[in-house]
């Protein structure tokens, strides 16, 4: 059973930074591309960020590029994105998803996620 847990969320002011995780369980980690995602009230889900299953490559939405990372250890199962510089338009709840594959896709909406940690820039 996959299971994804983020965590790191929370309150930050604009042009300040947060680190998000993703702890994951479930399957073979290190086969898998993984993303995050995100969703702002009354939007829709948004794909961020993507990395390929052994970390080699990394894709980035453009209001992302410059300011977001994404890593992962496959050593110990986790995802991370280190937000950078954030603005208030980066408030959402954040998603971790599993892609069906070892490579990055864009296409995130049928992929399996965890419940999300939330994201809040204001000052």
């Known amino acids: 059973q996959v299971q994804l847990v983020e965590s790191g969320g929370g309150l930050a002011q604009p042009g300040g930074s947060l680190r998000l995780s993703c702890a994951a369980s479930?399957?073979?980690?290190?086969?898998?591309?993984m993303s995050w995602a995100r969703q702002a009230p009354g939007k829709g889900l948004e794909w961020v960020a993507g990395?390929?299953?052994?970390?080699?490559?990394?894709e980035y939405a453009d209001f992302v590029k410059g300011r977001f990372t994404i890593s992962r250890d496959n050593k110990k199962n986790m995802l991370y994105l280190q937000m950078n510089s954030l603005k208030p338009e980066d408030t959402a709840l954040y998603y971790c998803?599993?892609?069906?594959?070892?490579?990055?896709?864009?296409?995130?909406?049928?992929?399996?996620r965890g419940q999300g940690t939330q994201v809040t820039v204001s000052s």
């Open positions: 479930g399957f073979t980690f290190y086969n898998f591309a």
């Open positions: 998803i599993r892609l069906p594959n070892s490579w990055i896709q864009r296409s995130v909406g049928s992929a399996e």
């Open positions: 990395i390929s299953a052994l970390g080699a490559n990394t």
